[in-house]
């Protein structure tokens, strides 16, 4: 008889019935086990399809997913299945063939496929072909293929062929073949082929091929073959074989086949041509092939011809010009100075 009563209270305390209609639970105040579409639960979660989700705190087993305009609730714990997807996820959320939320993805998200939120990314993001956000990547994302956000990038992003920001990345970016950042880059990047930054790149930057920024590059560059900037390339900058800037170049810079701006400061070094473009200035120490200032050369500059239009330096060359000198001193060979 007692053995009787006390079933009956357990029974009574666990409800084990689909009574409220979203599942059948072995909980206590919605909290426990359920095999169901429960809209609330805490504690183990088993469902096939996840449908009008509203909060889950635990672990969530979800065995198919949802469409992607079905997408809904919040899901704190651990988010388990061939493709969970909700609202919000956060903690650890795997996925067999891929994941998905619809506003932000919070915690370590696991994706053989793919994983992407709609709104941000915060934590650890692994897509086996690519991971991507509408909005931020706060952290750590990877995709084998490629990797993307359509805001900023805070931390580390590796994209297998290709990565996108569409704003600024500040961090570390890896891109296999190519890279673009929408904005401003500050940190360090490296692809394979070509990066593009629509603004600014502050930092290291690391290309095959080619590199360009809307507007300035500052730190330590290295192209394989060009690289160039709408106003200003400043600091340690090495191209395979050509580099321009709308404004100036400043610091210590190495062009194969050559290099040109309005303005160059500091050391530059060519195989063939350093360029300083009409009413610009050459402050420094060059050496080239051909060294041609349409301005004020500042400075010393070592080429097997010289030739500027105001000269305040010393030239050293085969033939040296300076075309505003005195007629006997314009064109020299071997040295030409003027202080």
């Known amino acids: 008889m007692k053995i009787r009563i006390l079933l009956l209270t357990v029974l009574f305390m666990f409800t084990t019935a689909f009574a409220d209609g979203d599942g059948l639970k072995i ?9 169901g579409n429960s809209k609330n639960f805490n504690g183990l979660r088993i469902n096939t399809v996840d449908r009008n989700v509203e ?6 087993v979800t065995l198919w997913p949802v469409g ?28 067999l063939l891929g994941l998905g939320s619809e506003e932000n993805l919070n915690g370590i998200s ?38 993307g956000a359509g805001g900023s990038l805070r931390g580390l992003g590796l994209g297998g062929f290709g990565m996108g920001v569409g704003e600024d990345l500040t961090g570390v970016g890896l891109g296999g073949f190519g ?13 394979l082929f070509g990066s593009g930054f629509g603004r600014n790149m502050t930092g290291i930057s690391v290309t095959g091929i080619g590199m360009g920024a809307g507007e300035s590059m500052n730190g330590l ?18 191209s395979g074989l050509g580099m321009g800037a709308g404004e100036s170049i400043r610091g210590l810079a190495f062009a194969g086949l050559g290099m040109g701006s309005k303005n160059l400061q500091g050391i530059m070094l060519s195989f063939g041509r350093i360029m300083v473009l009409d009413g610009g200035e ?3 120490i060059g050496a080239s092939a051909y060294n041609r200032i349409d301005g004020q050369q500042t400075g010393v500059l070592f080429g097997l ?21 005195p007629k006997p001193f314009r064109v020299l060979p071997f040295i030409n100075a003027s202080l």
Do not use: H, Y
């Open 282 to 284: 050459f402050m420094g």
């Open 110 to 147: 696991l994706g053989l496929f793919g994983a992407g939120a709609g709104g941000n990314i915060n934590g650890l993001a692994f897509g086996g072909l690519g991971a991507g956000s509408g909005g931020d990547i706060n952290g750590l994302a990877f995709g084998l293929a490629g990797m």
């Open 305 to 325: 011809v010289n030739r500027t239009k105001t000269l305040t330096g010393v030239q050293i060359g085969l033939i040296n010009i300076v075309e505003e000198n």
């Open 68 to 95: 992607s305009n079905e997408m809904s609730g919040d899901v704190t714990g651990a988010s388990i299945g061939v493709m969970p997807m909700a609202a919000r996820m956060s903690g650890l959320n795997f996925g």
């Open 179 to 191: 890279m673009g950042v929408g904005r401003d880059m500050k940190g360090f990047s490296m692809s």
């Open 221 to 238: 560059m290295f192209s394989g073959i060009g690289m160039g900037a709408g106003t200003r390339i400043q600091g340690i900058a090495v």
């Open 55 to 60: 909060r889950i705190r635990g672990i969530n």
């Open 27 to 35: 909980a206590v105040k919605n909290t426990g086990i359920c095999f």
